[in-house]
Every structure is written in C-alpha cells, then in structure tokens.
C-alpha cells in the first residue's frame, strides 16, 4: 500500500515519465539490475573510510576506484554487466590540482579585491579544460562487454557550455538553473560514444523547467499539507502551543517528497529521451516507492549514526537501476560485434599526461 501524502496525482507525475513514442520494437525488452547487497559494500565502504582517515584523505582516490568497480561491475544489461577501468593516480592527480587552485583562490581573497578578481576570471577560463579533461576520462575508463565509451567533446564546445551559460546562472540569479542543466546534460550526452556509437539526448529546456516548476509547487502542496495534517493533530492532542513541532516535521518531508520526486522526475526525463544507434531508453521511476526508500534510508542512518550509509546507497541504486529497460531497435549481441569492430578499427585512446579528474 503506497502510504505517500495524497497530492494531487498530476503533482506525483515526473514530466518525461512516459516513453517516448515509437514504432514497436520487435526484439525483447531488456531490463536493468543491480546484483550488489548493502550488506557487501558495507566491507568496501568501511575500509575506504578507515584508510581515508589514516592516510588523511590520500587513500580517497583509490576508495573512489574501489568503488565505481563494485557499482559499475554489479549493474547489468543484456546479460553483461559494466566495468571501471579508472586508475586512482589520475584521481589523486585531479584532486592534487584542485587542492592547488583553491589554496590559490583562497590566498588570492586575502589580497587586494582586483586579485580575488583575478583569481575568478582565471578559474572561469581554466575550469571548462579541466571539467572536460574529467568527462574523457570517466567515458575512456568505462566499457560495456569490453567496449570502452569515448567523449569527443571540443574545447571550443566545452567554453561555449560552461563560460555562456554559467554567466546565464549569474545575470538571472539562478532562473536560468533548468536551462543550464539542460544544455549541461546535452553536452555530455550528445558526445559520449560506446565505442564509436553515440548517444543522442533529445530532452528540451522547456522540459526541465517544467520539471523544475512541479518540483517547486509540490514543495508548497506538500508544505502546505503536511503542516496542517501534522499541525491539526498536535493541536487537538495537547492544544496550539503543542502544534510548534508541525513546521519542522512539515519542511522534512517536504524536502524528502520533493527530492524523490526530483530524482525520479530527472532519471525519466533524461533517460525516456536518450538513444544509441537504434536503440532506446525507458525510465519508469515513481515518487512513492523512492520517497519510501529515501525516508528509510535517513531515518536508519541517524539511528545507526551512519552505519546504515552503505545500505543507503545500494537501496537507492538497486532501485534506479531496475526502474530502468534497453529498448532494443536491432539484436543486440549484432549490434554490440558490429561497435567492437569498429571501435577496433579506430583503435583504442591512450592515457596522456593530462588523464585526470576533478571532482569539486
């Protein structure tokens, strides 16, 4: 029995939850799945946690090796699952980079403004490079049936995206958030490649502002519903000073409401638009079952005081990823020889001497 707050229905409806429309297919439908355990991470998690404070913070490059291998070895499609070939020196690399640039920018603001100035306009032209340097990296160290993905995205893409449209997000003080995640997503999705195969992101600006205004208002339903409810009852028990409880406990589960439905409302508008060659996507996540999985997960978490993490982030997993199909247009071990072909042909890139990722 879903026991989500009743809103109304068209609140709890992600825009993009419905497929996008095409000739039936007629090769089976492929379904996602997740094989890891909380249970099993909790080991992983554990020792990354422990040898990150021990080494104070070094060994957190090689913890995010150890696990991206255990989420993308356990994630599955089309009987095969996926794999991280990513070395955690490129990681520590990336990281010894960022911990250069902000001790710069932190030593710059306790100059003179015009250098603080300086130092952002340095960061604004530099940072594009080097968040495209990161998306070739995670593309070039991740394969499907021994097919690595590829970015191909240019420097020139990569300014335009980031430089214009981060100025968007300032000049409008944030309206332009939906746009700018929009043209984000574009940029990364219409240059990624399984092998030589791409990716075509077809979702609009005008969708994600959709998105981001049913979010918004469900925040408000929500707020709205919850602190009556709540409210009413605390005050028919005990009287209206008892009912002070009602606007916290209305503000959290608003915020867990929202966030699901979020979450939910992104993975369908982003996937339910998305093809590979002749393949397509569908995302069928709900509001209600990840509100649930979501609210499990924060209460067992306090009560555990933090243990509970790792299953947390497995429950979420295995949920998104089984919410998830490959629509086949063409049989897919065909179509996958046909990509190991050709991205043999081309030949596989090399790591160089700027193979690094920042992660801010």
């Known amino acids: 029995m879903d026991s ?3 809103f109304p229905k068209t609140l709890l409806n992600e825009p993009g939850s419905a497929p996008v ?7 089976p439908e492929e379904r996602f799945s997740f094989s890891g355990s909380g249970a099993e991470y909790f080991g992983i998690w ?7 404070l021990v080494t104070l913070g070094i060994y957190s490059a090689w913890a995010k090796v150890r696990r991206n291998q255990y989420f993308y070895s356990n994630t599955w499609v089309a009987g095969a699952n996926f794999n991280f070939h990513g070395t955690p020196y490129a990681i520590l690399k990336g ?17 003179a403004t015009k250098f603080l100035v300086l130092a952002v306009v340095a960061l604004a032209l530099i940072m594009p490079w080097f968040l495209r340097r990161g998306l070739i990296f995670r593309a070039r160290n991740s394969s499907y049936r ?32 939906p746009a700018v995640a929009q043209r984000l997503r574009a940029f990364h999705f219409n240059n990624l490649n399984l092998g030589t195969t791409s990716f075509r992101f077809t979702a609009t600006i005008r969708q994600f502002y959709k998105l981001w205004a049913r979010t918004s ?8 519903c919850v602190g009556i409810l709540v409210g009413g009852t605390l005050a028919a028990i005990g009287g209206w000073a008892a009912a002070a409880p009602a606007l916290p406990i209305a503000a959290i589960l608003s915020f867990w409401l929202t966030r699901a439905h979020y979450v939910s409302g992104m993975q369908n508008l982003v996937w339910n638009n998305m093809t590979l060659g002749p393949h397509r996507f569908r995302s069928e996540a709900r509001v209600g079952p990840l509100f649930r999985i979501m609210m499990k997960n924060a209460l067992f978490t306090i009560f555990t005081l933090g243990l509970y993490r790792p299953y947390a982030v497995v429950n979420v997993m295995k949920y998104r990823a089984e919410t998830m199909s490959l629509l086949p247009g063409a049989p897919v071990d065909e179509f996958l020889a046909q990509v190991e072909r ?18 801010l």
């Open 21 to 27: 429309e095409s000739a039936p297919s007629h090769f």
């Open 146 to 177: 021994s097919i690595r993905f590829r970015f191909t995205g240019s420097n020139g893409n990569a300014y335009r995206t980031f430089i214009v449209w981060g100025l968007a997000m300032l000049v409008s003080f944030g309206l332009a958030a």
């Open 217 to 224: 208002l469900l925040w408000f339903a929500a707020m709205f």
């Open 4 to 6: 989500t707050p009743a």
């Open 342 to 359: 050709e991205a043999s042909a081309v030949g596989a890139e090399t790591a160089d001497l700027f193979d690094l990722e920042i992660s």
């Open 95 to 111: 990281r010894a980079v960022a911990l250069v640039l902000l001790a710069a920018y932190n030593f710059a603001g306790t100059l």
């Open 46 to 52: 554990l020792v990354n946690l422990v040898l990150t």
